[in-house]
Every structure is written in structure tokens, then in C-alpha cells.
């Protein structure tokens, strides 16, 4: 009998959300069949199977949150006798009933539960505390009869008029409480208009991340404006020619090229900070990431090598990405390893914003919309296709003017577009 354990997909990953099973007990398995999808900060991903044969038991349920390390399912090799059943109540247990932190049985146990302990991953433990919940009273559905989330919430929806009361079960007198009244407690009528989403998952992840960025980096904004005019139209002069190779071209491309010109002349803009050795990390590659929205939330493919890469293959790449990326099909590979992040959020409208740095970078540059607006040129009022930029930046190791001096050198390739085709090599 072999037990697989929940490995560790992504980089540094800890634990995964289990979205569903792609088998079920008893099924007859080849070695590298999907098995089971799991869900992590960063990508979903296909756990196969390690050997061919049989699922005998499968340890958790679709939703449930598991740690690197712990046993998921347990396969038995073709060919395997079957374990022969213990002869007393002495079953070795070692292998597949680790303890949880409460030193009981952990939910992923295929034995039954100690006389008067409910079977509960940690997790439904601390659920069932907080929704103030005996364990003893809830009907579990999961595997082996283990109370899962839903049980508690379906639990506490059937007996939420229940008063205090003593229950009997098990020869043991047990206590239903009425909730601990709380200060500007919600009414029933607002109660009824609330709905609560765990918070889990590629979302629980961005939050995490995005605390850890202002946490730790001081944040400093910038904001500027360019002139979109030229770049519109060498933009719709190279229309024709790249339809004729099926491409899209959108202005990214060209921003991607500015960027990466004026990071290699401002190397600290290129750059990260090892809290851990006090040290600078200047990086001599440049791998662009390019923040999209997607229904589980924002994702950051990242264009690996931009320096070395056309307008036409960026704009190819960047397409391909996006579409990966709301599909859920990203790999790791796609998603790592960034040194520079841009958020094109002018699509959606904005004209101001101040973005989250995409730790452990040292900056990102949000661009938004287009529009003409009026502005002076030689003392006259004109109208021009203007759009604005905002550089967030890491005030550990940029100071303004050089943010500033970025931007600048930005703007001077973008309304020149002749200029950014010279010097893009």
C-alpha cells in the first residue's frame, strides 16, 4: 500500500486547496492518471498516479485545505495482496493517522475515531469553536464519516432555534449555547442580506501577497503623462503587417521595449532586496510581468527574455498569455520569476491609481486610459491623445529623481517612436 502525500507544485508552496477528485475509491488507476486537481497560490495542477493499481481510500474532500506532507489518498499496487484486518482493536495506525495539533486523530484516518472524539481535520476544529459547535452533535458526510465544512454550516442552519437545553448522546450530557450576545450585533433583517465567501484559494494568496508588499516595502508613487500621438500611428501604420501574420498589435508591446531600454540604464528599477543577507540583487535579464485579470483574480504571466524578443513576438507572447491565464492554464514556469511588472489598466478606464508593487520587485508602472484631452504646446491650446502613468516604486532603493529620470526616458521613446525603434537591440 503506498500513501501519497500532497507534494510540494508550486515554489516554497506550504498547502493546497483540493478542487476536485478525478477518481473515486475502488477505481482501478494507471500509473500517471490524473487523480486529483489541487489548486495552490499560484496554479492549478494535476497530481497523477504514482504506480498502477487500486484507490483504496481517499482522505479529504473537494475544498478542504491541506498541508505539503500529509496523506491524501492510498493506492494499492497491482498485484498487492490485501493488508490482512489486525486480529484486535491494536491497529497500527502510525502510518496513516498523523495527530493534529490538538495531539488526536487527524481527519485523514481510514479507522474509526476514538470512542468520543469526532473525526475533524484541524481546520473544521477551529470552525466548529468559533461557531461555539459540539463536534459530538454533527453527522459527518465526509470520508470514513469525518465532519466536513458543510456539515457544520448545515449543522448550525437546522439548529439555529434551538435554545439552551441538555442533549443526550453517547450516555454523556451535552450543551447546546445560544451565540454570545456582541456589541452591534446585525439584525436578523441585515443577517438575511448578507452573503460570506471564504476567503481562499488564488484569492487568499493575492491578499497575503499584497500584505506582505506594503508591510515591507516602502511605497512611493509617481505620475506622469504621455503624449500618444506619434505612437498611435506608427502604431496603425504596422496594422496591416501584422494582421498579414495574424497578430494582434496593441501599444503593450512597445511600452514592454521603452521599459526594458530604460531598466538597463537604471539598474536599481531592475532590482530586489535579500532582507535576509542585507544585500542588492541587480539583475542583468529582464523578465516582464504583465498583471491580467482573470475570473479567480489577478494573475502575472511573465514574458521571459523581453529584451531579446520583436514587438510582433511580444504581442504574440503577451496574447497567448492572457488567454492561458483566464483559462487557468498557466504552468509555474509562466508565472515566476518577474523583475519588472506592468498593470495596463487602461482598457477598464482610470486615470490615476497607485499600484502594489509585485514583491519582491522594486517597481511597477500602471498605465491608464486614452483620451484627448487639452493641453499646451508653444503657448497654444491644443488637443492631444494624452494617457497618464503611475510608477510605484521601492523608496529603499529608488529615490525620487531616478524614479523620475525612468519615466522620463519612457516618455522620450514613446512620443518618439523613432527613436525606440533605433535603439531597441
Not at 495542477?45 to 492510498?74: H, M, R
Not at 459547535?133 to 454550516?153: F, H, K, N, W, Y
Not at 491565464?325 to 495596463?344: D, M, P, V, Y
Request: proline residues 5%.
Amino acid at each position: 500500500m503506498i500513501e501519497f502525500k500532497l507534494p510540494d507544485v508550486g515554489e516554497g508552496m506550504h498547502e493546497g486547496e483540493i478542487i476536485q477528485w478525478l477518481i473515486k475509491e475502488g477505481d482501478a488507476v494507471t500509473q500517471d492518471q490524473p487523480i486529483v486537481e489541487v489548486q495552490t497560490d499560484k496554479v492549478n495542477a494535476e497530481l497523477t498516479a504514482p504506480i498502477t493499481g487500486v484507490v483504496k481510500t481517499i482522505l479529504f474532500s473537494a475544498g478542504d485545505t491541506v498541508e505539503v506532507g500529509t496523506t491524501i489518498f492510498t493506492i494499492q499496487e497491482e498485484g498487492e495482496l490485501p493488508s490482512k484486518e489486525p486480529a484486535s482493536d491494536e491497529r497500527d495506525r502510525s502510518q496513516l493517522q498523523p495527530c493534529d495539533e490538538e495531539g488526536g486523530d487527524r481527519l485523514a484516518s481510514p479507522w474509526p475515531p476514538e470512542a468520543g472524539r469526532a473525526l475533524a481535520t484541524p481546520f473544521v476544529r477551529q470552525m466548529a469553536r468559533e461557531m461555539k459547535i459540539d463536534l459530538q452533535l454533527v453527522m459527518g458526510t465526509g470520508p470514513a464519516g469525518r465532519i466536513i465544512e458543510s456539515d457544520l454550516l448545515q449543522f448550525a442552519q437546522s439548529n439555529s432555534d434551538l435554545r439552551e437545553h441538555p442533549v443526550h448522546s453517547n450516555d454523556r450530557i451535552l450543551r447546546k449555547r445560544e451565540p454570545e450576545k456582541k456589541v452591534n450585533q446585525p439584525t436578523s433583517a441585515e443577517t438575511g442580506m448578507e452573503e460570506r465567501i471564504r476567503l481562499k484559494g488564488i484569492r487568499k494568496k493575492i491578499a497575503e501577497h499584497m500584505v506582505k508588499s506594503v508591510s515591507t516595502i516602502p511605497h512611493v508613487t509617481h505620475v506622469d503623462e504621455l503624449e500618444m500621438e506619434a505612437l498611435k500611428e506608427l502604431k496603425d501604420q504596422l496594422k496591416a503587417y501584422s494582421e498579414d501574420k495574424e497578430i494582434k498589435l496593441t501599444f503593450l508591446p512597445f511600452f514592454v521595449k521603452a521599459i526594458v531600454i530604460a531598466l538597463k540604464e537604471f539598474k536599481t528599477l531592475n532590482a530586489s532586496i535579500d532582507e535576509t543577507t542585507n544585500e542588492i540583487i541587480l539583475k542583468h535579464y529582464y523578465h516582464i510581468g504583465i498583471a491580467t485579470n482573470t475570473s479567480e483574480g489577478l494573475i502575472v504571466p511573465v514574458i521571459k527574455h523581453a529584451d531579446q524578443k520583436t514587438i510582433f513576438q511580444l504581442a504574440d507572447e503577451i496574447r497567448q498569455l492572457a488567454t492561458e491565464a483566464r483559462e487557468g492554464k498557466l504552468s509555474l514556469e509562466q508565472i515566476t520569476g518577474s523583475t519588472f511588472t506592468i498593470s495596463n489598466v487602461g482598457p477598464i478606464g482610470g486615470v490615476h491609481a497607485t499600484p502594489i508593487i509585485n514583491y519582491p520587485e522594486a517597481a511597477i508602472l500602471a498605465l491608464h486610459k486614452m483620451e484627448p484631452r487639452m493641453v499646451v504646446r508653444d503657448l497654444e491650446g491644443v488637443i492631444r491623445l494624452m494617457m497618464n502613468m503611475s510608477l510605484s516604486f521601492d523608496h529603499r532603493l529608488i529615490d525620487g529623481v531616478t524614479a523620475v529620470q525612468f519615466t522620463n526616458r519612457i516618455k522620450e521613446l514613446l512620443e518618439n517612436p523613432i527613436r525606440l525603434v533605433v535603439e531597441m537591440r
